[in-house]
């Protein structure tokens, strides 16, 4: 076998891989190179990542699908995936990044009950 086959082989294997994939490996590089501990990331651990995050994903909409309100209108809602993330064990480090909305007359009304009870 000469290396050109090789050569030949390892871009065909990268086509079939990228299109495995729906996120675009680019924007998960970005983010990857965003970390000062990141100088170079090697192609598999790149594309490996990327399939992860896409099934980490699909994951977290399963889960908030099926336990969430929009079952019956076949829809995902924002408070869907709060949800999952509050009260599944798995999401629970999602809570910071989806917080359950509340009204702002809500949250200033907790604000002030806290500064009430503070003054105390």
Known sequence: MS?????????????????NISLPMSRVKLIM?????VSSINQDALFLTTKATELFVQHLAQCSYKNGSGKEKTTLAYS??????????????LTDILPKKILARDYLRSLEERQEDGDD
């Open 3 to 19: 290396g050109n086959n090789v050569g030949d082989k390892v871009d065909a294997n990268s086509t079939l891989n990228s299109k």
């Open 33 to 37: 190179k965003s970390s000062p501990d």
């Open 80 to 93: 869907d995936l709060a949800n999952a993330a509050e009260e599944s064990e798995t999401f629970q480090f």
